[in-house]
T-cell receptor, first 114, second 114 residues
Framework: AQTVTQSQPEMSVQEAETVTLSCTYD???????LFWYKQPPSRQMILVIR??????QNATENRFSVNFQKAAKSFSLKISDSQLGDTAMYFC???????????FGKGTLLTVNP | EAQVTQNPRYLITVTGKKLTVTCSQN?????MSWYRQDPGLGLRQIYY???????DKGDVPEGYKVSRKEKRIFPLILESPSPNQTSLYFC?????????????FGPGTRLTVT
């Protein structure tokens, strides 16, 4: 079984600044993958970044990067140079096991202020 | 364009009136699944299908049925909807196989049961 915990229901940041969203997880699987999804007001689920648990190197995608601490079971998302379009709900999720199920956290609502 | 399509996008119905939410994908994915999203709970898996021959329950299957007769189509059936099934529903698909494959989500169906 897997659990994903996002402890920050809401956060805000000023445009152009950097913000970090927290995520911790628990899993009994040896092989698993971690994801951050973004859900803007349109409700569409958009993949932001993914991390393979067996890779020590932190994933990066342009302004988005993760801090993956496997021993601590922590997977935080850093957004640099925040833009108004980054305003969205952000979900941390994990996949492990044979059914490819995404287990989601409860989400963090990020607001970028001008 | 690669996409997952859901219909209808919005639906208001009454308790007990059978309904079906359709889902189709054009990416030739074998794996498809349904999630529901509720405030403060994140997304939870309802049912999934590894291929046309295999479907199975997710975390919250009570009150739902699925049918996978074609590879690209995976409808969600509510035989007797109840108000506690008022929610935002997402269909998703991905490549089969173990790896950090992205799950592609449909645009969501907002269901209200009165």
């Amino acid at each position: 079984a897997q659990t994903v915990t996002q402890s920050q229901p809401e956060m805000s940041v000023q445009e152009a600044e950097t913000v970090t969203l927290s995520c911790t997880y628990d899993t009994s699987e040896n092989n698993y993958y971690l994801f951050w999804y973004k859900q803007p007001p349109s409700r569409q689920m958009i993949l932001v970044i993914r991390q393979e648990a067996y890779k020590q190197q932190n994933a990066t995608e342009n302004r988005f990067s993760v801090n993956f601490q496997k021993a601590a079971k922590s997977f935080s998302l850093k957004i640099s140079d925040s833009q108004l379009g980054d305003t969205a709900m952000y979900f941390c999720a994990s996949v492990g096991g044979s059914n490819y199920k995404l287990t989601f956290g409860k989400g963090t609502l990020l607001t970028v202020n001008p | 364009e690669a996409q997952v399509t859901q219909n209808p996008r919005y639906l208001i119905t009454v308790t007990g009136k059978k309904l079906t939410v359709t889902c189709s994908q054009n990416m030739n994915h074998e794996y498809m699944s349904w999630y529901r999203q509720d405030p403060g709970l994140g997304l939870r898996q309802i049912y999934y299908s590894m291929n046309v021959e295999v479907t199975d329950k997710g975390d919250v299957p009570e009150g739902y049925k699925v049918s996978r007769k074609e590879k690209r189509i995976f409808p969600l059936i509510l035989e007797s909807p109840s108000p506690n099934q008022t929610s935002l529903y997402f269909c998703a698909s991905r490549d089969r196989g173990w790896g950090p494959y992205e799950q592609y989500f449909g645009p969501g169906t907002r269901l209200t049961v009165t």
